[in-house]
């Protein structure tokens, strides 16, 4: 039987507090996720909502909602900047460079 979200992935997120219009705290939380990596073949250029076009390494596919302020996604030992993440009805589509 073929496994839809076989990955694994860890999610960093900062938040940030502001107070008085200055930075009073930052702190990271990592999250792990379950869904299915895409790489890229090499370099992927695909449009994005706002009709620009963006270069990916890769997607990552899945069912958990959208993290506010996840900058990264680490997935078997590699590290990828989070470009993008599109929430749809029932997953969601993680763009990453």
Same mark, same amino acid.
């Given at each position: 039987? $073929? $496994?839809r979200y076989p990955h694994t992935a860890t $999610? *960093? *997120?900062t938040t940030t507090t502001v107070t008085d219009g200055k930075v009073a705290s930052e702190s990271t939380s990592n999250t792990s996720i379950k869904g299915r990596f895409e790489p890229s073949e090499g370099i @992927?250029?695909?449009k994005d909502p706002?009709?620009?076009y963006t270069e990916i390494r890769g997607k990552f596919f899945t069912k958990a909602e959208k993290i506010e302020g996840a900058k990264t996604l680490a997935l078997e030992?590699? @590290?990828f900047r989070i470009l993008r993440w599109h929430p749809y009805q029932t997953e969601s589509e993680v763009w990453l460079d």
């Open positions: 039987m $073929v $496994v $999610v *960093a *997120a @992927t250029r695909v706002d009709g620009e030992g590699e @590290t």
